[in-house]
């Protein structure tokens, strides 16, 4: 079964940028939608952003303007640029391949990202 590891969190002023990376265990080539999510404390895990296999992406309205999503199918490696990162952005960010009413890949440990002056 592919697993997936994030990593790229960290502690970042407000307006700040970070990007996440995504790395999986096998090939991405043949996943047609890969997607980023995240879990602020107390809250449930929400879509943040996805991209097809023919590069079309979608994301939240929240993150719109400010995030965008990339994968390098050549690295196994999905990617998130977060720019003009605001305090509400902090969670813990996961990513994932939605399939059917579920997901490809148990869900891994995620790389937090608090936005914080």
């Known amino acids: 079964q592919v697993q997936f590891v994030e990593s790229g969190g960290g502690l970042v002023q407000p307006g700040g940028s970070l990007r996440l990376s995504c790395v999986a265990s096998?090939?991405?080539?043949?996943?047609?939608?890969m997607g980023w999510y995240r879990q602020a404390p107390g809250k449930q895990r929400e879509l943040v952003a996805t991209?097809?296999?023919?590069?079309?992406?979608n994301y939240a309205n929240s993150v719109k303007g400010r995030f965008a999503i990339s994968r390098d199918n050549a690295k196994n490696t999905v990617y998130l640029q977060m720019n003009s990162l605001k305090p509400e952005d902090t969670a813990v960010y996961y990513c994932n391949a939605p399939r059917g009413f579920g997901y490809l890949a148990s869900w891994g440990q995620g790389t937090q990202v608090t936005v914080s002056s």
């Open positions: 096998t090939s991405i080539f043949s996943i047609n939608t």
């Open positions: 991209i097809i296999i023919g590069g079309y992406t």
